[in-house]
């Protein structure tokens, strides 16, 4: 394969890609990146702390050494006037000075006259010899003394001028002294080498300690990268086990809190997964089941019509007309079915909302049920409170009525009562039916609304109940955003009340 990249046609290996695909990958892995952060947090101070103390360190010390020698160098200036040094030539005492400093700073001291003449030399090669250097004429003719730092030779020069203060000078508003003489100058030159030997050393310690503290903190982001992303790894292990089927089980990682939301979050998902696979199992062997009784009874009618040789006409009529009849049955479960799933999939998007009287749309459904409620001897009453009109869907409204007044007459009592009473407020209509049936028992009640349940099901087979009914009726009530309430007393009866929004709103 080749890889093109700025209209260069680059043709890389497959392999060096994987390898650098996996590379970049792992760039974005937490356990590598808290690894970097926890070695250069605990490692950059130790680095800068090891290069602050170095590097100023020999400023430090010279500046010192600097400031020591001048103090020092400036009270043996005092001496050469006190001694007469300059005139006389020779005191054992500066001497004794000389060498003891020269020899301390491992340094030389030169005295100048004012005539540039060597009047004296620790390293004694130079006595007698004239001096023509710049910092010597500048002590001089200036009159104060300075210092200077060669880092490149390694060694600081001071220049000290040697000042005689004859009675009567005075000093000057701005400090000046006046009347002093300058009787010449000491240049001493003394080695930074121990500053800078001491600043090695320090420095090789420094590397050492550094060395060591890379070795600790690289083991401690090992172990505590690790240690920390350690629950996160064994979570997408688990993960990956119920995602690969091995396990079913709900996962516990709990020694962070992240992992232990996380789990939390994947278990409730795997809860719901669990419940939605079992209510699919327990749909699938109900449709299954619901499709296959008025087959079973359509092949009884058939196959015992078959087995008469001479079956009279009445009997092939009435067979037939049972036949007939499944087949209606099961034209019926298919069509509430395929509604249901319609209903599912557009989720209440597909409304054919219009103003309509509910008023009348309840009177003529009741007209319709009418026959039903005659043959079983059951009253039904219609209780208008005010006249209501509402933007709802006509159709799925009366499917809703129907089918709560055709559960009220079907699990009613002969010559029993259904009261259907409609009533609003400035948001609402309120839709009521009560019935003085069989009820509902208090168990049940939680499960009415589910697809094929039926309270008594071999009581419903002969009443010819799917089980559909109310699985329906709820779902044209939360279309409309409407809500659908049901309380009943077993052997009493039972009423079934609806709310819905005057006026219909898409969410
Ligand atoms: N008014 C009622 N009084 C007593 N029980 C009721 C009443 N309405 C519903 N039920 C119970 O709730 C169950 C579910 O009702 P639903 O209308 O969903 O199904 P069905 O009437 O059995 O069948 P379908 O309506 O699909 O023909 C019924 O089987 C019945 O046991
Ligand atoms: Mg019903």
């Known amino acids: 394969m080749s890889g093109q990249s700025g209209g260069l046609d680059i043709t890389l290996p497959e392999n060096l890609r994987t390898i650098w695909r996996k590379a970049l990958r792992r760039t974005r892995s937490l356990r590598l990146r808290l690894f970097f952060v926890i070695f250069f947090v605990a490692l950059i101070p130790c680095v800068i702390m090891r290069h602050a103390l170095t590097s100023n360190y020999i400023e430090q010390a010279v500046s010192v050494r600097k400031s020591t020698v001048t103090n020092q160098m400036e009270t043996i200036a005092a001496h050469l006037i006190t001694y007469n040094y300059l005139e006389e030539g020779a005191s054992e005492v500066i001497d004794a000075e000389l060498a003891q400093i020269s020899s301390l700073y491992d340094g030389r001291i030169i005295i100048v006259d004012p005539e540039l003449t060597i009047l004296r030399d620790t390293y004694d090669i ?10 010597v004429i500048r002590g001089l003719t200036e009159g104060t003394g300075f210092s200077q730092y060669d880092a490149n030779n390694g060694y600081i020069e001071i220049v000290t001028p040697i ?10 508003e701005s400090g000046e002294q006046t009347g002093v003489t300058v009787n010449g100058v000491m240049l001493t030159s003394v080695s930074t080498d121990t500053i800078v030997a001491t600043r090695d050393r320090l420095n090789t310690q420094g590397i050492i300690v550094e060395a060591l503290t890379i070795v600790i903190v690289l083991s401690l982001a090992i172990f505590l990268s690790g240690a920390s992303t350690e629950p996160f790894r064994r979570l997408a292990g688990e993960m990956l086990n119920v995602r690969a089927g091995y396990s079913n089980e709900p996962i516990h990682i709990n020694n962070t809190l992240e992992t232990q939301q996380i789990c939390d979050s994947f278990n409730t998902v795997l809860e719901r997964e669990k419940v939605l696979d079992d209510s699919r199992e327990e749909f699938v062997a109900n449709v299954s089941h619901e499709l296959k009784t008025p087959i079973t009874s359509m092949k009884v009618l058939a196959d015992s ?7 009279p006409v009445e009997m092939y009529r009435e ?14 479960i298919i069509n509430d079915l395929l509604t249901l799933v319609r209903a599912d999939r557009q989720a209440g998007t597909e409304l054919e909302v219009r103003e309509t009287d509910i008023n009348k749309l309840t009177e003529t459904v009741l007209k319709r049920l009418k026959p039903i409620a005659v043959k079983k001897d059951v009253e039904l009453i ?5 006249s209501v009109s509402a933007s709802v869907d006509e159709v799925k409204i009366t499917q809703m009525i129907t089918n709560l007044v055709e559960n009220a007459i079907k699990y009613n009592k002969d010559h029993g009562w259904v009261r259907v009473v409609l009533d609003a407020d400035h948001q609402n209509f309120f839709l009521s039916v009560s019935d003085s049936g069989v009820g509902i028992p208090e168990e049940s009640l939680a499960h009415i609304y589910e697809r094929f349940y039926r309270v008594d099901k071999s009581h419903s087979r002969e009443i010819g109940g799917t089980g559909l009914g109310l699985a329906l009726t709820r779902s044209a009530v939360i279309m409309h955003h409407g809500i659908i309430e049901c309380s009943s007393k077993p052997g009493e009866g039972t009423t079934f009340t609806v709310t819905i929004p005057l006026i219909y709103r898409k969410i």
């Open 305 to 311: 019509l078959l087995a008469q040789e001479d079956a």
């Open 126 to 135: 130079s006595t007698g010899k004239t001096m023509i250097s710049e910092e």
């Open 163 to 172: 000042k005689s203060q004859p009675t009567g000078s005075t000093v000057t």
């Open 319 to 332: 067979f037939m007309g049972d036949i007939a009849g499944e087949i209606e049955r099961e034209n019926r």
């Open 382 to 386: 219609f209780e208008s409170v005010r």
